[in-house]
């Protein structure tokens, strides 16, 4: 089943080559069937490519998804052309009246930041307060996770010696999670992020449990016990050549910047990386939109 978003999206013709279902607006009023209202709060300053990321996870499931994408209001990203906001984004003013089935949170370039010094740290510890009364589950993805752990339950994080770069292998450690319904024992996630949670801290609090770690990236995926909030530390809504074009980003501005950790064969920049991480990535979305959304909510989510 498709995932339905406004009918001129630019991620809809890159979805499309990818032979995605992809359902515009126009064509989904013509169906009974009631789509569930995803919210993508998407803090990510080059806002089209991270639409395109979860677009494709989102859609790989037998639900229609109806899509509205949110930016913040206290922040305008400057990578981003205006026209493209005002086009296809809402501000949470604009949404907070509403009810939604599920929400999602991305990650951001400001780890290195205290949480509270965040331009818009007010606003967005507004908008995961308010998903609590009015969205039945959220995702957090990286840095977002990171930021709903510290503010929900006082997790801190904790500044990496080096950056966690590449491909990493990962172990479940509750294999009956329904978020991990279907994995293998073993499984590659990329991650690309400057700080960590740590284990420790998390074992303090009875609302959390860690669903998967790896011995070399540390906490991957949490969740609390109400299944209400979904934590993601990596990025397995990554395509195949990310890592690449953040390596060679990092590279041209001459920042010391190691080559992505099992990523390129034989560590060799030159040659194509292959995506292995994609059918992981995949069980993840559909599994959170599946048992924790639309199991979950109510057919009159008003």
Known sequence: MPVNIPDNLPAADVLREENI????????????????????????????????????MLSNSPLQVEITLLNTLSHISRNTPIEHLETFYKTFDSVKNRRFDGLVITGAPVEMMRFEDVDYWSELTQIMDWAGHN???????????????YHHYGVPKYVLPQKQF????????NAKAP??????????????RHTEVRRGDIDKVPQLEIVSESQQAGVYLVRDVENRRIFVTGH?????????????RDLAKGMDIRIPYNYFPGDDPSKEPLMRWKSHASLLFSNWLNYYVYQETPYDID
């Open 21 to 56: 279902f992809v359902m515009t607006e126009s064509r989904a009023l013509h169906q009974d069937i009631r789509p569930l209202r995803l919210l993508m709060l998407n803090l990510m300053p080059v806002k089209i490519i991270t639409e395109t990321h979860l677009l494709r």
């Open 236 to 248: 397995s809504e990554y395509d195949a050549f990310t890592l690449k074009n953040e390596y060679e």
């Open 135 to 149: 969205v039945t589950s959220t995702l957090y993805i990286c840095w977002a996770a990171q930021a709903g752990m």
């Open 179 to 192: 978020i991990v319904r279907g994995f293998d024992d073993e499984f590659l996630v990329p991650h690309s």
């Open 166 to 173: 590449g491909i990493f292998t990962h172990t479940l450690n």
